[in-house]
């Protein structure tokens, strides 16, 4: 089991930054694959961005390539995400996940939600133009 607690979003105008984190308590982080993904008013929850349990390997949606980050340290327990280059189509609530996934099994659905076993509350993310 593992609880999951994001914070640091906020207002930013279009071009800012602002970096997401996302605490996980619970034992054997380190074995979790961890995601971001968003949801804005009336869409489905899209994936943004994943990294594997040991923090080595790392996939982007394409609306959020070389702009975004994902990083993870597992001894502090976290995950974050960099986001650079702000745009008002980022504007949603921005969710992380976890899941128990070693070695290569990741890559079997690291991009859908439903893969997931554990989220976090979301923490909102507006982007003014």
């Known amino acids: 089991q593992v609880r999951l607690v994001e914070s640091g979003g906020g207002l930013v105008q279009a071009g800012g930054s602002l970096r997401l984190s996302c605490a996980a308590s619970g034992r054997t982080f380190s074995g979790y694959a961890m995601a971001w993904f968003r949801q804005a008013p009336g869409k489905e929850r899209d994936f943004v961005a994943a990294v594997n349990w040991r923090g080595d390997s790392t996939y982007y949606a394409d609306s959020v390539k070389n702009r975004f980050t994902i990083s993870r340290d597992n001894a502090k327990n976290t995950v974050y995400l960099q986001m650079n280059s702000l745009k008002p189509e980022d504007t949603a609530v921005y969710y992380c996940?976890?899941?128990?996934?070693?070695?290569?099994?990741?890559?079997?659905?690291?991009?859908?939600?439903?893969?997931?076993?554990?989220w976090g509350q979301g923490t909102q993310v507006t982007v003014s133009s």
């Open positions: 996940a976890a899941r128990v996934a070693m070695g290569s099994t990741w890559l079997a659905g690291y991009g859908t939600a439903n893969w997931y076993d554990y």
